[in-house]
Structures are given as C-alpha cells and as structure tokens.
C-alpha cells in the first residue's frame, strides 16, 4: 500500500535560517506529489506540486521541492525562512496508474524562533 | 470570495445527537471531498464525489452518510455521535480527480460533550 511518511515531527529554526522539510513515500508507479501548508484554524493550501519534467518544482511563498525517485523522496525547501512560515506542513501523494487515491503525511510542525 | 466554505465552524453537542455539516465550493470543480483531521494533525479521506456521484468511500462508519445534491455542494451528515467523532472536518474540491490539486474549506470543529 502507498504510503508517506515525513520523519520530523517538530523543526525549530532562527529566523533567516535555511529550512528542510523531509518527505518519503513508499515504492509504486510515478506519483504526483505535493506540499501543502496549514496555518493554525485554517484549512491546507497548496505550495507546490510535482507531476513530471524538471525534478526541481518552485512554489509559493519562496518554497521549492526537488523529486528524487532514487531516494523516493521530495523534500521542501526554503532558503531563508520568515515568522509568517510558522505553520504544519504536509507531504502528499498520488501514484497514477489504477485507483488513484491521496495519501498525505503525518505533518511537519515548523516553529520559527526571532 | 471564499472558494470552499464551510458552515458552521464550530459544532458543539452531546454524544448520541445527529448533526449535519455543509460545504459549498465557487471554484467549478468536479470534484469535492470529505477529510478528518484527528487531534495529532493526521489527515484521513472520507469520501470523495465526482460529478454528484460516491467515488470512494473510505472505512467509514455508516453513521456517515454525504450527500451532493450539486457539483456545487457536498453535505456530510452524522448519526449518533460518538466521543471519537471528535475531530475537524475538512472538505476540498479538485478539477480532475485526486491526482490534481486540492482546494481546502477551513473546516468544522465537531466536539462532542
């Protein structure tokens, strides 16, 4: 069965830093793959996607994803992070062929320290 | 203009009621789905219609019955509500199925007493 699984539970980072969100998903046919961020009582919105072509996806807010099949991974990456970035943030996927379901992760809570 | 709306908000009642929770999405989307978000944040599909029509049904208690009577709206109704119903409710809306990107309401806080 698919499945994702995003390792941190919980990142702090300085404000200004660089930041990493790691995203993993189980062995299947191509995915579509996607990050979606989720501010405190509101509903997720949609960062970036990846469907197919170059493996380096730009986003919104200045957040960009780069697919690697070799490691099954798409990790999120921002190179400064700003206050406003606080929020949960969700890996999700989509392995084409068949029944296409989405499966999303566990969710990565980012704090962000001044 | 809110895209996906969701009415209400917040939902209080007691154990053994029947509520109902409406959605309602401008975007012109074929597609609309039902998500529970538990208390450690994970994300679980519910439901999904294409068109007004059951697409997938997850391992849901038949307690949970959606209802589209539109592309437009997808209504989510609950019978006797159990402690662990407890959650936030989420609906969305794709073009295309979930292969494309979804649209999220800001959900409904169902707590139940």
């Known amino acids: 069965a698919q499945s994702v699984t995003q390792p941190d539970i919980h990142i702090t980072v300085s404000e200004g830093a660089s930041l990493e969100l790691r995203c993993n998903y189980s062995y299947g046919a191509t995915p579509y793959l996607f990050w979606y961020v989720q501010s405190p009582g509101q509903g997720l919105q949609l960062l970036l996607k990846y469907f197919s072509g170059d493996t380096l996806v730009q986003g919104i807010k200045g957040f960009e994803a780069e697919f690697k099949r070799s490691q099954s991974s798409f990790n999120l990456r921002k190179p400064s992070v700003h206050w406003s970035d606080a929020a949960e943030y969700f890996c999700a996927v989509v392995f084409s062929g068949g029944y296409q379901k989405v499966t999303f992760g566990t969710g990565t809570k980012l704090q962000v320290i001044p | 203009d809110t895209a996906v709306s969701q009415t209400p908000k917040y939902l209080v009642t007691q154990m053994g009621n029947d509520k109902s929770i409406k959605c309602e999405q401008n975007l012109g989307h074929d597609t609309m789905y039902w998500y529970k978000q538990d208390s450690k944040k994970f994300l679980k599909i519910m439901f999904s219609y294409n068109n007004k029509e059951l697409i997938i049904n997850e391992t849901v208690p038949n307690r949970f019955s959606p209802k589209s009577p539109d592309k437009a709206h997808l209504n989510l109704h609950i019978n006797s509500l159990e402690l662990g119903d407890s959650a936030v409710y989420f609906c969305?809306?794709?073009?295309?199925?979930?292969?494309?990107?979804?649209?999220f309401g800001d959900g409904t806080r169902l707590s139940i007493l």
């Open positions: 969305a809306s794709s073009q295309g199925g979930q292969s494309q990107p979804q649209h």
